[in-house]
């Protein structure tokens, strides 16, 4: 009976992490496409890709900053929750430790500025794009994963991004306003980012500990793997814009950006709720024993296919109807951008499950590292390859051929191992109704008796 509640309770609060977290993805990514019919239509797709050339630089600095926390951190504090010492401990290191990234990653940042001539050109842009690696000292995301406790992150970011949504439509009213929209996201997120921090030090009662440098360097360390694995996975996303900005013009990673914006949205609000709430609650399961988390995946996985699989049909149906809706005309030459990418939200997420839900939880951080690595010269070679001829087409199918590659390694190395992802019997309609219903009902209002 005790069993049964505690069973209840888990999925209640896997649940509402769900929803949580599709909000947050909505408020990160739906809300600022409010404004992007107006926005496209006045700074045109040379601007747009500007922007987007930055964003995808900045991208980097970013990923040195996040290091591996959100699942490095979250795996170890999701063990023991309840443990405050644990808590202000791990609390602590990741603080120190990523105030030293963004020290070095400034750095570095300030000389690239000046010494290549490609960000000379752009450096009002680019300046205003870093702001947003200021508002991850204070994210502190990975704690609210491991604590399961996500409904405070939803609200913060949706106050954030009414406002800057709104401050984008006052602000940007002719071509050249363009370069105050990364200023106007960084800002955003850093309010929030503050905001979500001070809560969390009264709500968990947090504590700073004297962290030194050399144990800021032993996390770093400890942590290399995931990290380095999580650099390459980027090598195959954002360094598609960053070459095809290189080779090609502004105006085709405009067009590349447009449809891949809409894709990272769509994969955003579809599948990241998924697995940032899947993550913990699959961990929990993989620390009561390998085959009953095995056993979660198992039943997960239908409901992905089944549920991203026509959520990416539809994306392909609807392709130019949405990107001529949201960009204008001028940005038609983005359709087949979308279309070629409607299924990568499903592959994404399956790759999620497999390396992240099964390998990270298993302690198999090395095979998921060398996927890793094998996908992004993968994607390098075919990008050198596909875009000096096809542009940003090129960048398009490497995208989906890279995907592809992972999902097929990580199925091969998994059933090598005699982890079987698959079960054919939880693919029935009527199985995953049994897996699902509960989950609705919650939600459903109580009656009232008269």
């Known amino acids: 009976m005790v069993q049964s509640v505690t069973t209840q309770k888990s999925k209640q609060q896997l649940t ?3 929803l949580s977290l599709t909000v947050v993805q909505i408020a990160t990514y739906v809300m600022p496409l409010i404004s992007v019919p107006i926005i496209s239509r ?18 980097y600095f970013t990923l040195i900053i996040s290091y591996s926390f959100d699942f490095s951190a979250t795996r170890k504090l999701a063990k023991s929750p309840d443990d405050a ?8 290191e990741v603080f120190f430790t990523q105030c030293l990234l963004f020290a070095l990653s400034t750095a570095a940042f300030a000389v690239l500025l000046f010494t290549v001539e490609d960000f000379k050109a752009n450096q009002t842009v ?44 006052l602000v940007i009213r002719q071509n050249e306003d363009y370069i105050w929209q990364p200023l106007l996201i960084g800002l955003s997120q850093t309010i929030v ?9 009264r709500r968990y009662k947090l504590k700073f500990l004297h962290t030194p440098l050399r144990r800021c360097a032993q996390v770093l360390w400890e942590e290399k793997t995931i990290f380095l694995s999580l650099i390459f996975v980027n090598l195959y996303s954002s360094t598609n814009t960053v070459i095809l900005g290189f080779f090609q013009s502004q105006e085709q990673v405009g067009y590349y950006t447009a449809g891949q914006r809409l894709i990272i949205i769509a994969q955003s609000v579809l599948a990241m709720p998924l697995a940032q709430a899947f993550y913990p609650f699959i961990g929990k ?3 009561e024993g390998r085959q009953q988390g095995l056993q979660v995946v198992q039943k997960l996985v239908p409901m992905i296919v089944l549920f991203l699989g026509t959520a990416s049909i539809a994306m392909f149906v609807l392709g130019p109807f949405v990107i001529t809706l949201f960009y204008g005309p001028q940005f038609e030459a983005a359709v087949p951008v979308f279309r070629i990418l409607a299924i990568v939200p499903l592959l994404f997420s399956l790759n999620n499950v497999f390396g992240v839900q099964i390998m990270l939880n298993l302690g198999m951080d090395t095979q998921f590292f060398k996927i890793s690595v094998a996908a992004a010269f993968v994607s390098i070679l075919l990008n050198l390859m596909l875009i000096r001829q096809w542009g940003y087409i090129g960048t398009t199918l490497n995208w989906l051929a890279t995907e592809l590659f992972i999902l097929i390694c990580m199925c091969t190395v998994l059933i090598k191992r005699g982890i079987n992802p698959f079960n054919r019997a939880y693919f ?17 209002p109580a009656k009232v008796n008269p």
């Open 428 to 444: 029935r309609l009527s199985v995953i109704g049994e897996y699902i219903q509960p989950m609705i009902k919650r939600f459903q």
């Open 85 to 92: 010492a644990l808590r202000n401990q791990i609390f602590s």
């Open 16 to 18: 509402k992490n769900v």
């Open 193 to 201: 980012a503050l905001l979500s921090f001070f809560w969390a030090i």
């Open 285 to 287: 399961a993989f620390g």
């Open 126 to 169: 680019l300046i205003f794009s870093y702001t947003l690696c200021i508002s991850l000292l204070f994210t502190q995301n990975w704690l609210y994963q491991a604590m399961q406790d996500l409904s405070k992150v939803a609200l913060f970011n949706l106050i954030s991004r009414l406002m800057f949504t709104a401050s984008i439509i």
């Open 42 to 59: 006045i700074i045109g797709p040379e601007k747009y890709g500007i922007i987007n050339f930055a964003a995808a630089l900045i991208t």
